[in-house]
């Protein structure tokens, strides 16, 4: 699954109103997947009840090869035979930010957060 961090007044959702389900996490944070109420197709993730990002699931939107993964996380779950594209980083769990995100995502991150 590739996730698109985005600004939540940023998205265009064309129908329907998306419907929440909590989910579990190794951290005990708060993780909710939004779903399509008709498919159940999960359209986005709020992880950490952060209601002003969303972590946008790319395949539903209408060009996702528009966006190519910048890092893998948690590829310590991955299954052996998914191959990951050289020069792309990778982290066990999660990665520093601070290395990583160019300085204006950076900025918007740190606008949103506080």
Excluded at 1 to 8: D, G, Q, R
Excluded at 76 to 87: E, F, M, Y
């Amino acid at each position: 699954m590739i996730n698109a961090l985005i600004e939540t007044d940023r998205i265009a959702q064309l129908s329907g109103e998306p419907i929440p389900i909590a989910m579990p996490t190794d951290s005990g944070r708060p993780h909710d997947v939004y779903r399509c109420p008709k498919c159940l197709t999960a359209v986005w993730s709020d992880y950490g009840g952060r209601p002003s990002l969303r972590f946008v699931r790319v395949g539903t939107l209408d060009d996702p090869a528009l966006l190519t993964p910048d890092v893998h996380i948690f590829v310590r779950s991955k299954q052996p035979w998914v191959g990951l594209p050289a020069g792309v980083p990778a982290a066990d769990i999660y990665y520093d930010m601070e290395k990583l995100w160019p300085a204006e995502s950076l900025a918007r991150r740190k606008a949103l957060m506080g």
